[in-house]
Each structure stands twice: as structure tokens, then as C-alpha cells.
């Protein structure tokens, strides 16, 4: 079975800073992997995707991600943290040859101080 | 290019009723998938449906059912409604050819249960 685990449910910086969100996963088959933010009181907005091409992903709002299978892990990075990336941050798998669902970590909430 | 919108926004039931959540797709999708999410956790994956028929489920009772209709809009159902069903209620959509691996959610339906 698959699953996200995301370590550290609250993350701090302080505006400038970089950013580094983590996330490891579990799959038995080459997963397809996700970060999706979401803003308070809002939907999912996704960041960006890693689908078995390049291994580092570009997304959007400066953010991207490695994906290391050797570490089964997938953290999210922002060089340069700004106010506005106050947010929820999700990391999911997907195993499309059982249909495609999502599997969710739990989340991490990421503050940005001034 | 319209996104995947849902309603109500917002919706408020008491214990036992029944309640009916709406999902207009992205515009060219004809996959969609329903999620749940409790305050403070990722989002649980319901069901997807494909071509007006429930193509994979999750741990859900079948107090949650679905439909999507020849527009490919879809309806989350959910009979005698508990404490617990209070959540935010997510649609996402993909489409079935090109770029299948990606969902799209919408705002989110939230739903308490009194």
C-alpha cells in the first residue's frame, strides 16, 4: 500500500530564508508524487509534480523538488521564503495503475516570520 | 478556461439528514474524484467516477454515494449525517487522456454537521 509521510506538522522561517519542507513516501511501483498548497479557507492549488521524467521539478512560485528514490523522498524547497507562502502544504502519491487516487500526508503548516 | 467549481460554499445540517454536494469539472475533464478532509488532516480520498459510473472507492461507509452525469458534472450524497461527516468536502478533476496523473481541486464545499 502506499502512503506519505510528512515529517514536521509546523515549519517557521523567517522571510528570506530558504524554505525546506520534507516529505518521504512509500510505493511499490514508481509513484507519481505531489506537493499542493493550500491557502487558509481555500482548495488545493497544486505546486508542481514529478511523473518519472526529470528528477528535480520546477513548480510554481519558486518552488521545487527532488525526487530521491534511493531516500523515497520528495522534499520541497524555496530558496528565499516570502510573506505570501503562509500556507498549508501537502505532499501525495499516486499510483495511476489503481486509478489515480491521491494519497495525502498529513500536512505541514508553513509560517513566515518578518 | 473555467476551473473545477463546487456548491454550496458553505452548509450547515443537523444529525441524521441528508446533504448533496455539486461539482462542475475543469473545462475538458471528464474524471472526478471526491475527497474529504477533517480539520486539521489531508484529504481522504471518497470515490472517482469515470464515464457515469463509480470506478474506484475508498474506506467510505455507503452512506456516501455518487453520481456524474453525460456533462460530466458529478454529486456527492451523504445519508444520515453524523458529527464526523463535518469537514470540508473537496472535487478534483482530471481527464482520461493526455495529462491523466494530475487532479485539479476545487474550493472545497464545508459542511457542518450539528
Known amino acids: 500500500a502506499q502512503s506519505v509521510t510528512q515529517l514536521g506538522s509546523h515549519v517557521s522561517v523567517s522571510e528570506g530564508a530558504l524554505v525546506l519542507l520534507r516529505c518521504n513516501y512509500s510505493?511499490?511501483?514508481?509513484?507519481?508524487l505531489f506537493w499542493y498548497v493550500q491557502y487558509p479557507n481555500q482548495g488545493l492549488q497544486l505546486l508542481l509534480k514529478y511523473t518519472s521524467a526529470a528528477t528535480l521539478v520546477k513548480g510554481i512560485n519558486g518552488f521545487e523538488a527532488e525526487f530521491k528514490k534511493s531516500e523515497t523522498s520528495f522534499h520541497l524547497t524555496k530558496p528565499s521564503a516570502h510573506m505570501s507562502d503562509a500556507a498549508e502544504y501537502f505532499c501525495a502519491v499516486s499510483d495511476w495503475n489503481q486509478g489515480g487516487k491521491l494519497i495525502f500526508g498529513q500536512g505541514t503548516e508553513l509560517s513566515v516570520k518578518p | 478556461d473555467a476551473g473545477v467549481t463546487q456548491s454550496p460554499t458553505h452548509l450547515i445540517k443537523t444529525r441524521g439528514q441528508q446533504v448533496t454536494l455539486r461539482c462542475s469539472p475543469k473545462s475538458g475533464h471528464d474524471t472526478v474524484s471526491w475527497y474529504q478532509q477533517a480539520l486539521g488532516q489531508g484529504p481522504q480520498f471518497i470515490f472517482q467516477?469515470?464515464?457515469?459510473?463509480?470506478?474506484q472507492r475508498g474506506n467510505f461507509p455507503d452512506r456516501f454515494s455518487g453520481h456524474q452525469f453525460p456533462n460530466y458534472s458529478s454529486e456527492l450524497n451523504v445519508n444520515a449525517l453524523l458529527l464526523g461527516d463535518s469537514a470540508l468536502y473537496l472535487c478534483a478533476s482530471s481527464s482520461s487522456w493526455g495529462d491523466q496523473e494530475t487532479q485539479y481541486f476545487g474550493p472545497g464545499t464545508r459542511l457542518l454537521v450539528l
Open positions: 510505493s511499490s511501483v514508481p509513484p507519481y
Open positions: 467516477y469515470y464515464e457515469e459510473e463509480e470506478r
